[in-house]
Nanobody
């Protein structure tokens, strides 16, 4: 089992930055693909970014490409999401997820999920 705990969310003005962290426990995530998803009120959970086991490959949703950066530190069993140039439409609960497949973009590609952290971007 892998337990995931997100942190780093909060309230930020449009144009600002936040860095989310996802700390894993229970087992090493070094062999897992890690992803970040988000869910805005009244909307379905959507893919934001993914990173392969080594950190050598990443993939982003078009909506965040060029503004968000996913990274991982396997020694610390932690994954990060650096979010820059934030927009009000980025407001959502952000979830970290772990899976054993390739760079998946659907929730079905991931087996383990955190509880989420709220990000609110004011205009």
């Amino acid at each position: 089992q892998v337990q995931l705990v997100e942190s780093g969310g909060g309230l930020v003005q449009g144009g600002g930055s936040l860095r989310l962290s996802c700390a894993a426990s229970g087992r090493s995530i070094s062999s897992y693909t890690m992803g970040w998803f988000r869910q805005a009120p009244g909307k379905e959970r959507e893919f934001a970014a993914a990173i392969n086991w080594s950190g050598g490959s990443t993939y982003y949703a078009d909506s965040v490409k060029g503004r968000f950066t996913i990274a991982r530190d396997n020694a610390k069993n932690t994954v990060y999401l650096q979010m820059n140039i934030l927009k009000p439409e980025d407001t959502a609960v952000y979830y970290c997820a772990a899976g054993l497949g390739s760079l998946g973009t659907t929730r079905y590609d991931y087996s383990y999920w955190g509880q989420g952290t709220q990000v609110t971007v004011s205009s």
